[in-house]
């Protein structure tokens, strides 16, 4: 096929997801999809078979999923078709098709096969699985990864090396591969009946089967469907060598026994495919599982199926990849024996440039990934303080305030307070009563205003961590209620966790409980300000901090 010589993968794990899935849409034309670690979309992507996203679409998806694969919808919203070659017999059998001398772009997926990209022929074009054998074919409803993706197990989709999307045009699908799938693909829809009928040399609209041109499949199939069925193998000779007495003309007894083999060999490699199924599901995983939620995401349905997937989870909890939990045997969590290392060698010297009402940064520095919680009594002035916040940091972050009890009457009506005209405010408002760590910028400066917690306050550290877990190079303020004559918010000292800088509120006092990281020599827990609020904006000192 012409790409011999660029066998050597370019692998770049470090290139931004969002910028590349931005880049695929904006100057490649493709539909763009985000894709979970079990090769499944996180959306539902059947409108995007007729319409590509819009760049906030796509900005919102890796935003929420920044690990999220890339996935290409092809077929004529995208211009481009793939063929997917998943084994040594599908290289091989795709020679017969593709001329040595054509390039098209290449991609080399994580477990060896290939992706070939090809100009979408202009007319409607189906799916099809295992027409040329070890190949599959991504048309018009269909989907591929697309680099720089990288899997579970850290290996990556990439260009060959001068083979990529962006340095080489997809050339048109051969005419004789076209032809080939068309006539050998047995079921039609009426979108496709036309263009089969000019493409196939059958004579008939009605494909008889076990005729010629059909025999070798059609057994295939019928041993295939009895291997998977587990009739014993002698049975399964019978069967087929009666059918083989039946076809038009009869086909030869002497070759029934390599249908047999292929159809094991098959059977052997789902089962393979199968175990790396369970442990890409597995290694997405947190917590606990029952085994019929790994059966009802994989889609094993039937007895052997289920019955393999038994012996599959056993095997990995021998491996030491999960173990068994509580008292069912179906029950599983996954042992999560990795820790990701901390490089303090290379680490930035550099603190998160962001101001703070009352000087707090001259006390206690904040860093990239810091949660701050501010947990002050009803009308503190809690919302007041992260207006402040977003005033005095909006020209040098983004800024994201998430707020669970204000309309965009209100807050405008507050930030006029400020004297300053609304069109000059630079940062994106966004109403949110829950479920926080699912919309957070991870480079940005995410304000939550506030962290509701109505009963199980307990919970309260886990929501922290959850959003302490999303964050990169941003950080987060969290506001929470506090009860009077108490440093916590609701919570206790669990919401003390994950925060770096713990800041209590209540009317006309502030107070730094917690400031891990000193910015000079003065201890900062325990420092106290008096202030006085005015116009529900303007806060006043009130003397010095002091303890």
Not at 85 to 109: F, K, N
Not at 376 to 388: H, I, Q
Not at 465 to 488: C, H, P, S
Request: proline content about 6%; hydrophobic content about 35%; glycine content about 8%.
């Amino acid at each position: 096929m012409g790409n011999e010589k660029h066998e050597n993968q370019i692998i770049t794990p470090s290139a931004s997801l969002l910028q590349t899935a931005l880049t695929y849409s904006e100057e490649s034309g493709f539909s763009v999809i985000p894709i979970r670690p079990d090769k499944k979309p996180h959306i539902e992507w059947e409108p995007f078979q007729k319409r590509r996203a819009t760049r906030e679409e796509i900005i919102g998806w890796w935003n929420r999923w920044p690990n999220a694969m890339i996935g290409i919808v092809t077929g004529s919203i995208s211009g481009v078709v793939v063929i997917d070659i998943d084994s040594t017999e599908g290289e091989d059998a795709i020679q017969e098709y593709i001329p040595d001398s054509l390039v098209m772009p290449t991609c080399r997926t994580p477990r060896g096969g290939k992706h070939l990209y090809f100009e979408h022929p202009g007319k409607p074009i189906p799916n099809n699985a295992g027409i040329v054998p070890g190949c599959d074919f991504r048309g018009d409803g269909g989907l591929v990864i697309a680099p720089p993706s990288v899997n579970l197990e850290g290996k990556a989709y990439a260009w060959l090396e001068g083979l990529s999307i962006h340095e080489v045009e997809p050339p048109p699908l051969p005419k004789s591969y076209i032809s080939f799938i068309l006539k050998n693909a047995f079921v039609f829809n009426k979108e496709h009946d036309d263009q089969c009928r000019q493409e196939s040399s059958l004579s008939s609209n009605v494909v008889r089967m076990f005729t010629q041109g059909r025999r070798d499949e059609d057994l295939f199939h019928v041993a295939n469907c009895l291997v998977k069925g587990g009739m014993p193998n002698s049975e399964i000779q019978k069967t087929v060598e009666i059918l083989a007495k039946s076809c038009d003309p009869p086909f030869p007894l002497k070759e029934i026994p390599a249908k047999i083999e292929s159809a094991l060999k098959r059977a052997e490699r789902r089962e393979r495919n199968l175990v790396e199924e369970v442990r890409e599901w597995v290694l997405s995983s947190s917590g606990v599982f029952l085994s019929s939620e790994v059966a009802q995401c994989l889609h094993v349905s039937s007895r052997d199926e289920q019955k393999n997937l038994s012996k599959i989870l056993s095997r990995f909890s021998a491996e030491g990849l999960i173990e068994r939990y509580g008292n069912k045997n179906s029950c599983f969590r996954r042992v999560e024996n990795e820790c990701e290392e901390i490089d303090f060698l290379n680490a930035p010297n550099e603190s998160f440039a962001i101001h703070w009402p009352f000087g707090i940064e001259g006390f206690v520095r904040t860093l990239p990934k810091n949660v701050i919680v501010i947990a002050g009594e009803p009308n503190a002035g809690k919302t007041a303080f992260l207006l402040n916040v977003i005033q005095m940091n909006m020209a040098d972050h983004p800024i994201y305030y998430f707020s669970s009890e204000m309309g965009p009457i209100e807050l405008a009506e507050r930030l006029k307070k400020f004297g300053q005209p609304l069109s000059e405010w630079r940062f994106t408002a966004k109403e949110r009563p829950s479920n926080f760590a699912d919309v957070i910028y991870p480079d940005a400066v995410n304000l939550i205003d506030y962290l509701e917690i109505h009963k199980d306050f307990w919970e309260v550290g886990g929501r922290i961590k959850e959003i302490y877990d999303r964050l990169e190079m941003g950080i987060a303020v969290i506001a929470l209620q506090k009860n009077r004559g108490t440093d916590y918010g609701l919570g206790g000292m669990r919401g003390l966790e994950k925060a770096r800088l713990y800041l209590a509120m209540e009317p006309g006092r502030m107070k730094i409980v917690k400031g891990k990281n000193w910015a000079s020599q003065t201890n900062p827990n325990g420092l106290e300000l008096d202030f006085k609020l005015v116009q529900g904006c303007k806060f006043l000192h009130d003397g010095d901090w002091h303890k």
